[in-house]
């Protein structure tokens, strides 16, 4: 019970805070280390948001993650 909360508190201190965060914004500053996590988040909030895994697989590219943008493309 306490290792549930403790992840679900641990969800809530990283995620919902960058679901605020427009991962755009990241993209524009070339801020890659914030725009990952925030699109990642934002993929969870919307997962049928098929431009935004687009994008989001295009910044992995841009990191050098070709593997994981061709598995995000994969999805779309």
């Known amino acids: 019970m306490a290792t549930t909360f403790l992840h679900l508190a641990l969800i ?13 914004a990241f ?6 280390s914030n725009a990952i996590p925030a699109f990642e988040a934002a993929i969870l909030a919307t997962p049928q948001n ?3 895994r687009k994008d989001y697989a295009y910044t992995l590219l841009k990191i050098g993650e070709s593997e994981f943008a061709r598995d995000q493309f994969a999805e779309i």
């Open 27 to 32: 993209l524009k500053a070339r801020d890659y």
């Open 12 to 24: 809530a201190t990283v995620v919902f805070p960058l679901l605020a965060q427009d991962p755009y």
């Open 50 to 52: 098929l431009n935004l």
